[in-house]
Structures are given as structure tokens and as C-alpha cells.
């Protein structure tokens, strides 16, 4: 799809992670740290 003339392409990734008793620190940490270096635009965690 990249290459066709005068397209805009968007690529979108959803993860959905659910833990009764929450993530640890350590957890919280690596996936905003691994998604700093893969140059995501949105993260994080939303308590539910």
C-alpha cells in the first residue's frame, strides 16, 4: 500500500493487557521504556 502514488498510510497497534491485582513497577517500566525506544507516539496504563 506504501506504494501507491498519493496514498497516506497510517499504521495502528492496539494492546490490551488486564491483571486483577495490577502491574508491578518493574512491568510499568520496561513497557514505557521499550515504547520510548520504539518511538510510540501514545502509551501507557489505565487503572480500571
Known amino acids: ?3 501507491v502514488p ?3 498510510l497510517e499504521v495502528r497497534l ?3 493487557a488486564v ?3 495490577g502491574f ?3 512491568a510499568v517500566r520496561t513497557v514505557r521504556e521499550n515504547a520510548m525506544q ?3 507516539e501514545q502509551y501507557g496504563f ?3
Request: glycine content about 10%; overall charge negative; cysteine-free.
Open 24 to 26: 508491578d513497577e518493574a
Open 19 to 21: 491483571v486483577d491485582e
Open 38 to 40: 520504539l518511538k510510540f
Open 6 to 8: 498519493g496514498v497516506t
Open 46 to 48: 489505565e487503572e480500571s
Open 14 to 16: 492496539e494492546i490490551t
Open 1 to 3: 500500500m506504501a506504494g
